[in-house]
């Protein structure tokens, strides 16, 4: 990566990879865009920061050349739950986004990096050690988008020779920017609340464990699989990776941890409820790990405190 342009950039990766790329590559080789700008989102304030609907494919070819970027990291897309009520409106932006992204990549021989995610998989999927190649027939029109979105960066890699490579992110916790719209938003908020109120109403069942990754390792994931040495890489696109993983209770625990007073109660979304039983309880990450030396700093309580801090400091 040398330059890189960044879509989906005010968004809750986007927001802190900006800042991450930045310090490694240089402010000037770092474009960031979005569909819009967010009042108080510094990366709008980012010398190169453009607008781009990544649906408008000659505004998008059209900024990728005129910064003569050699990087595309596609970020933008709607989220699980958002899907889910719109479907129709997911399908334009995570498929025809990306193949948008795809076709600037190809046409300009840009490296690619697109997230796919935990949604990826569906109910008939092994939960508890969830392999690297397993059934995927996910329920969920973002798993959909997700699916078919792991398939065409392998088709463009295998039959355009287009440098792309993805992860499947579980759950993102971070502190800076919130998440828009997921089903794994319940362990964000948990504490934002905790800081606020002291007390938490989840909206994710009791027992319903997922994979969740603290944010500064997921910028580091995706930069360390951009760097890495292709000849090493089986798979390209889709590596499974995660911090921890946990249900409610458990990171309710964690929180108690460092405040005793802490309470949550539950008032549980059936849609959430769904989406979340069908997802992988724990996924295995070790062709990540072997193939280019993913790990993760942080695990539950070590993220605690940190969230906990930052959020206390921020008040
Ligand atoms: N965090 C995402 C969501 O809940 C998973 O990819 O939609």
Redesign the pocket.
């Known amino acids: 990566m040398k330059k890189i342009l960044i879509t989906g950039a005010l968004g809750q990766i986007g927001s802190e990879l900006v800042v991450k790329l930045n310090e490694i590559y240089g402010k000037e080789n770092v474009v960031p865009t979005d569909i819009r700008v967010v009042e108080g989102n510094e990366v709008c304030n980012h010398p190169n920061f453009a607008i781009l609907d990544v649906l408008d494919m000659d505004a998008f070819m059209a900024v990728a050349k005129k910064h003569e970027v050699d990087t595309l990291i596609h970020m933008a897309a709607l ?3 958002v899907a889910e009520e719109k479907p129709l409106v997911a399908w334009d932006i995570n498929m025809q986004g990306l193949i948008n992204g795809l076709e600037v990549a190809r046409a300009l021989e840009l490296q690619f990096f697109t997230p796919s ?3 990826a998989f569906g109910p008939d999927t092994p939960k508890v050690g969830t392999p690297q190649d397993t059934i995927q027939r996910p329920t969920t029109m ?1 798993g959909i988008t997700k699916v078919a979105g792991e398939l065409l960066c392998d088709y463009y890699h295998t039959r355009f020779g287009v440098d792309t490579r993805g992860v499947r ?4 916790i971070s502190y800076v920017t919130p ?1 828009g ?5 319940y362990a964000v908020q948990i504490y934002y609340d905790a800081i606020k109120y002291g007390k938490y109403v989840c909206n994710i069942p009791q027992g319903v464990k997922m994979d969740m990754m603290y944010m500064p390792d997921a910028i580091q994931a995706i930069i360390d699989l951009m760097e890495a040495d292709a000849s090493k890489l089986v798979h390209r696109n889709a590596f499974n990776i995660s911090g921890m993983s946990f249900e409610p209770e458990e990171i309710a625990a964690s929180i108690r941890k460092v405040m005793p007073e802490f309470e949550m109660t539950y008032d549980v979304n059936p849609t959430l409820e769904r989406i979340a039983k069908s997802w992988p309880d724990e996924m295995d990450i070790s062709a990540a790990k072997e193939e280019w030396n993913f790990k993760a700093e942080y695990d539950l309580d070590k993220m605690t405190v940190d969230m906990l801090e930052k959020l206390e400091a921020k008040k």
């Open positions: 989220l699980s739950a995610s935990i949604g973002y992110f579980p759950g993102l998440p719209g997921g089903t794994t938003d």
